[in-house]
């Protein structure tokens, strides 16, 4: 279930290292399929992805280590069951953490890690099962929302790769090509009237002159006959 724990040696804390990495994927898993079933790609997505953020919360609280007793050859079941690109189940993936860290647990135990480590935080960790969860749910918790935040506050583009869409920085990007081709096209067209108005006055001065040479030729034939 857990392939690279068999290339080093199995100890307390690669058990540890283990659960914590497979609690974010779980969660981080957890965060993309709310995000993608309930996060539209519109300009309201930021209040949809707050709704999505609160259905989950409760969810994760609950999936908290706090029964790490399953059944080894239930969670092997589950982990065998068809899972999609972010992972298995739910469920299944929170019993799996909680496995690790029972099995985390019995290991020190077995090691008898109380009375051979001077580590103050391993040894309150080590007391009991109890004391495991006591200290490892403050911060899957923190762990959790640190996540979460970051998560649906880049709903929309998670959503738009998702779906192969424009994200927020490319739509802007776009949307900037869009008002800069639109603003040389307003200037194209104000230099041209600009162009053809000074052409017409152009015309009309060639003809003030023109109609002004007239009249002083003909002032000058009048004067001389």
């Known amino acids: 279930m ?17 659960a914590h990495a497979s ?26 992805a707050t709704k999505a953020r ?23 079941a589950q982990l065998e069951q068809r899972i999609d690109i972010f992972g298995p189940s739910d469920l299944a993936h929170f019993q799996a953490i909680n496995w690790i860290l029972f099995t985390e647990f019995q290991l020190a135990q077995s090691k008898n890690t109380l009375s051979t480590t001077t580590d103050t935080h391993e040894r309150a960790r080590y007391e009991s099962l109890e004391s495991l969860i ?3 749910q403050p911060y899957l918790s923190h762990r959790a929302k640190d996540m979460a935040d970051f998560y649906f ?3 929309f583009d998670i959503k738009a790769t998702w779906l192969g869409e424009p994200t927020l920085q ?20 104000t ?18 002159r023109i109609d002004n040479d007239y009249k002083q030729a003909k002032t000058r034939w009048n004067n001389t006959r």
């Not at 259905?55 to 092997?76: C, F, G, Y």
């Not at 802007?172 to 067209?189: G, L």
């Open 153 to 155: 506050s880049h709903a």
């Open 134 to 136: 006591a200290l490892d």
């Open 191 to 208: 230099y041209r009237s600009n162009r053809n108005e000074a052409a017409l006055n152009s015309e009309k001065a060639r003809q003030l």
């Open 54 to 76: 609160t259905s989950i919360n409760k969810d994760l609280v609950e999936l908290t280590v706090n029964q790490p007793h399953p059944p080894v050859s239930r969670l092997a």
């Open 23 to 48: 609690w974010d994927w779980a969660v981080g898993a957890a965060c993309h399929r709310a995000i993608i079933d309930h996060v539209p790609l519109a300009s309201n997505w930021n209040s949809h």
């Open 2 to 18: 857990f392939p690279h724990l068999a290339t080093a040696p199995i100890t307390p804390a690669a058990l540890r290292r283990t």
């Open 170 to 189: 490319q739509r802007d990007r776009s949307r900037q090509i869009q008002e800069r081709t639109a603003k040389v096209k307003r200037m194209y067209r």
